[in-house]
């Protein structure tokens, strides 16, 4: 089997990324989910994927953002992405999917710092049900 290579102009522009926002807005995500999912496999660059998973997100598109979340997490596991797509998760009403993010994120998570630092986070923000139960009091 031959294999693909691909230049870096085949991954998917700003504007792809933003003409699914738009249609997300003007619509709604449902009809958007398509268009992302084709340009999704084109994208080859995870940090540049959690960039547009937090842009959505704080565009209040978490379908959108879960996506992309999951699609860099294909690329390249990493705790901030799991902890981004668990917020997703939870604010979609998928508390399992939520909880299982947490777990890939503790196992993840770089340092105890790092992991104190996101149970604030969750904490601020009303999200203490996604923090393991034996951190929860801290």
């Known amino acids: 089997m031959e294999k693909q290579t691909m230049d870096s102009s ?6 792809q990324y933003e003409e699914c926002a738009a249609v997300a807005h003007e619509l709604n995500e449902f009809a958007a989910l398509g268009k992302l999912d084709d340009l999704l496999p084109l994208e ?3 940090s540049h994927l959690c960039n547009v998973g937090i ?5 209040g598109h978490r379908m959108l953002a879960s996506m992309a979340y999951k699609r860099s997490i294909e690329l390249h596991p990493e705790a901030a992405t799991y902890f981004n797509l668990a917020v997703c998760q939870d604010d979609l009403g998928n508390p399992e999917g939520a909880r299982q993010s947490m777990e890939e994120f503790y196992k993840l998570v770089p340092t105890e710092t790092e992991r104190v630092q996101a149970e604030e986070m969750m904490r601020r923000h009303g999200k203490d049900h996604l923090i ?7």
Request: charged content about 35%; aromatic content about 10%.
């Open 10 to 15: 085949d991954a998917p522009t700003k504007e």
């Open 44 to 46: 080859k660059d995870h």
């Open 132 to 138: 393991r139960p034996e951190a929860a009091g801290g």
């Open 55 to 59: 842009w959505y997100c704080s565009l």
